[in-house]
């Protein structure tokens, strides 16, 4: 498969990234540590009516020209095609999502990951996961906990499928989402994405989601709801009480630009209304 064009230069300049061009998995890894501290998850566009493209040269503009984020599909597109043009073996996968999903509600294939093969061995790869998104690959074979820059994981075999799950603080182990090896396509994408910017039950239509890691910290956003999530500590949360509340943090905290965004301060101002 031919990897589609994409500007390196200039993701590794947006992500900050320096190191060498080659398939390994310590590339594999630092740019899957980057990738989510300098381009947020945000659903901006869902929110505001806007319509999310997932042609290349759209997300590109967006996510590495623009000073924007955006949200899986948007996220993992981006990095396929990177990893593509280093040289990896890349596979686009579909999974359900478990996270804040009831006990036994079977949800539809909305999210979107990556199967990555690095130095003989697949990696689930996801930087599109939110305020739980992966600061790094989880080995497909390895069912023991594993390590990351933030958060470990580990992975679970269910049924036919395999379940990534999250540690939390005092060795709680929580769902984030489900997935199999069924390899995807750019129709199955579209459709997915369809549903999460246009459904009218959606909670990118509904609702203002921002998240961004750094070094050591997480911080996540739910319409006028800041948490800020230290490794390892203790989760601070604010409520943001005025739409230049929320302007600030999603210029300083989460980094992103938000000029060209009509409506944006008229939503703003009705999230800020929001009680908590």
Known sequence: MTAPAVDLDAYFQRIGYDGPRNASLATLRRLHEL???????????????????????????????????????????????????????????????RWGVPEGMRMPRTHCLLIVEAEGERYLTDVGFGGNTLTGPLRIAARDAQVTPHEEFRLVDEDNGIVAQEALIGGQWLQTYAFDYTEAHPADFELGNWYTSAHPKSIFVNGLLAARAEEGRRYGLRDNQLAVHTKGGATEKTTLKTAGELRDALTDLFKLRLDGLAGLDAKLARLAETTA
């Open 35 to 97: 990738h989510p501290q300098s381009i947020p998850f945000e659903n901006l566009d869902p929110l505001l009516g806007r319509p999310v493209n997932l042609d290349l040269a759209s997300i590109q503009d967006k996510l590495i020209h623009g000073g924007r984020g955006g949200y899986c599909f948007e996220h993992n597109s981006l990095l396929g095609a990177v990893l593509r043009n280093l040289g990896y073996a890349v596979k686009e996968a579909t999974g359900r999502v």
